[in-house]
């Protein structure tokens, strides 16, 4: 009898080894379905995003399934887009831009959310504390910094020092609009030029905004961050270089779109790391708990060819500086 019950445990305990493994075996062979959305069109963006998960090793079709959705520049379509994804039942939606959370934030309060390019998540109404988000929602900051805007309009005297009026382009779908456009007049009065200030976040509005700036005497201008700018960029880097205006951008794409120069943080870097987060959250992490981090990793570009064209000289000083050149 004895002998028999020890059977009996043996068996008992071997069966109690086998449920976290056949669990395990079943959590490996899930495939989890993730949900992207994005204020722009298709780009590096959503493509750094899918390098970051592969480099984690989420294979599409295999332990993964990504659904896609593009607002392309038409913020009114992203409830929609997030409705889509909600109804498919994502285990987790990716969201782009401060925009793109806000939307993903209104339509659950459930569903774990990560969030990627919020310029400023805190003042976006995204989240209240950094470090420790709260709910269901985390991310990945811009968190361009105190006095970054600044540091456009210094770099872009380096280049153009002659310039003594420019033109912000800014729109009000990116929450720190306001914030840049403040820093921008600070360090106008500081270097003692003239700013003149125009708003844009629809098409229409872009037309009218560029129309005053072509009859205005800018000399100069800087693009603010915004989704809706990124959709516009190669409409604003041919007016620029209708105009023979040397522009300063955040973004390496209008650069790579013929652009003068840009200088950011480094965005698919951060879409890249998003899929962290995911990872984390796949894995059990809830989203609260996982802190919203910053960017680690800052561009300057230049395109040589536009100086060029616009008879710019590039002062050796900003060359070294520069993270990258388009020759």
Not at 98 to 110: D, F, N
Not at 229 to 240: I, Y
């Amino acid at each position: 009898m004895a002998q028999a019950g020890r059977r009996r445990l043996l068996r008992a305990g071997s069966a109690l080894l086998l449920v976290p493994l056949v669990a395990a075996a079943r959590q490996a062979g899930k495939v989890h379905r993730i949900g992207f959305v994005s204020p722009t069109s298709p780009g590096p963006r959503d493509a750094a995003f899918l390098r970051g998960l592969r480099e984690l090793g989420y294979v599409e079709g295999r332990n993964v399934h990504t659904e896609l959705r593009f607002a392309e520049g038409r913020p009114e379509r992203l409830p929609g887009l997030v409705a889509d994804l909600i109804r498919l039942k994502v285990d987790v939606l990716v969201v782009g831009a401060t925009i793109g959370a806000r939307a993903a934030k209104k339509a659950t309060t459930t569903l774990p959310i990560v969030f990627a390019g919020s310029s400023d998540p805190v003042a976006g109404g995204i989240v209240s504390n950094l470090a420790r988000p709260g709910g269901n929602i985390t991310g990945f900051s811009l968190a361009f910094g105190d006095g970054f805007a600044g540091k456009w309009l210094e770099l872009l005297q380096e280049v153009s020092p002659r310039a003594s009026h420019y033109a912000v382009l800014w729109s009000s779908s990116n929450a720190a609009a306001v914030r840049f456009v403040n820093q921008l007049r600070t360090a106008a009065q500081s270097l003692n030029v003239s700013l003149d200030v125009h708003h844009a976040a629809n098409p229409p509005e872009l037309d009218a905004a560029l129309a005053a700036i072509g009859r205005s005497r800018a000399q100069a201008l800087i693009v603010n961050p915004s989704p809706f700018a990124v959709t516009q960029r190669r409409k604003l880097v041919q007016f620029a270089a209708s105009k023979r205006l040397p522009a300063m951008y955040f973004f390496e794409r209008f650069v790579e779109a013929g652009g003068l120069m840009s200088y950011g943080p480094n965005v698919a870097s951060v879409y890249r790391r998003a899929a962290s987060h995911v990872d984390k959250i796949l894995r059990g992490a809830h989203p609260g708990d996982l802190p919203v981090e910053n960017p680690t990793k800052f561009d300057l570009v230049i395109n040589r060819r536009t100086a060029e064209a616009l008879d710019v000289t590039i002062p050796q000083s900003i060359l070294l500086r520069a993270d990258r050149v388009i020759e």
